[in-house]
């Protein structure tokens, strides 16, 4: 017997419907992206190694998918070589490619590829997918789409401003309700300073990044295992527990920043942000998030995260200021800011909330049914006209019974199917049957062109 066939671990296949639902997220941010002024690139499914390598840490490394090299791949391995079982090693002679882990390393070396050739400051758009060997679970998975966009070669902070607007934008023609959380590394950089840790950044900022799940003890106790003194922890609870309005909590964190010159730096950028952003005016909420901590090692200025407000999800969209993007391939000094959209976890949110338009699932809009060569020689021109008008239409490719012919209709829920036998075909007209009520009229051209 045949082996039932089976697709790899960690990816999934997409329906039609699930498709028309996807092609609605991807070009909806596709749409806003161009809005502001974004040119959308594609870079190769395939990077070499030496590009991919050592750009996402050790661990980064572990998850890259590996191509093997194309003809007799084995011909450079030695039987010493084989016998030492060193993964690592034995990768490196036996690929030169692999599989992109995201789309930043990709993007920064096309940057630097195509200097002589962008106009600065370069607003770029991708969405494509990208690959990690990671154990797959609920919500993880070796191939996802990720939906980026990014500003290099500017450092003005209506850059920032921007992306807030179009993630204000994108959310609200999804029909979600978010809220935009917003923080800067400069601020966090000067509260490990204020407290004296400015060595302990990283470990405050993951420790007070997990508030929200573990709550304030715990974090206090998880920043003692750390190694901060009690006062430095002492000196951190008004921070942590900053409350108010934007306005209030900057003037706050200003007056305890005073000292840190990075500090101070960090409020002058929030503050610009957030007060443009209240000129131009959200639809949705953008929140001061003193707790906000993300890419650490990578972002250098704002950062930012969105939260769905009404389905318990994680992080849907977050990016950031950095400031050396191209410096792992030799060219440094460019600044760029960027935001990523998770599109499936957009798919998941607008799944819970049933938030898709009906139109965007591309469906048939008519069906022309088949009652033989003589009705479908009549009925070819008028779904000629009528696909020109831009209505989804098809014709059933068989003379079937009337029975299957409805019955597919039915199934691909298709709400007017259109009947021409010989009555019709003296008129000049077709009966057009609406398939939720049941009713039938009998339609010139021009009349179903108007209804539909």
Known sequence: MAQKPSIPKGTRDFGPVEMAKRNYIFNTIREVYALYGFQQIETPAMETLQTLMGKYGEEGDKLLFKILNSGDFMNKVTEQELAERNALHLAAKLCEKGLRYDLTVPFARYVVMHREELQLPFKRYQIQPVWRADRPQKGRYREFYQCDADVVGSDSLLNEVELMQIVDTVFTRFGIRVQI???????????????????????????????????????????????????????????????????????????????????????????????????????????????????????????????ALDVEMGSITGGGRYDNLTGIFGM??????????????????????????????NATQILFINFGEKETAYCMPIIKQVREKGIRAEIFPDAAKMKKQMAYANAKQIPYVALAGENEMKEGKVTLKNMETGEQQLLSLEQILELL
Do not use: C, H, W
């Open 332 to 361: 440094p000094g460019l600044s760029g800011v960027g935001i990523s959209f998770g599109a499936d976890r957009i798919y998941d949110v607008l799944n819970t909330l049933d938030l898709y338009p009906k139109d965007s699932m």
């Open 181 to 307: 959380k917003i923080n800067n590394r400069k601020i966090l950089s000067g509260i490990a300073e204020v407290i004296g840790a400015a060595e302990k950044i990283v470990d405050i900022t993951v420790a007070i990044d997990k508030l929200d799940k573990i709550g304030i003890d715990n974090v206090n106790a998880e920043l003692k295992e750390d190694g901060l003194s009690d006062e430095q922890i002492s000196k951190l609870q008004p921070i942590i527990l900053l409350s108010g309005t934007n306005d209030e909590k900057l003037k706050t964190i200003a007056e305890v920043l005073s000292t840190s010159e990075t500090g101070k730096k960090g409020v002058e950028e929030t503050q610009y942000i957030l007060d443009v952003l209240k000129k131009v005016g959200l639809k949705n909420e953008i929140q001061l998030d003193l707790t906000l901590a993300r890419g650490l090692n990578y972002y250098t200025g704002a950062i930012f995260e969105v939260k």
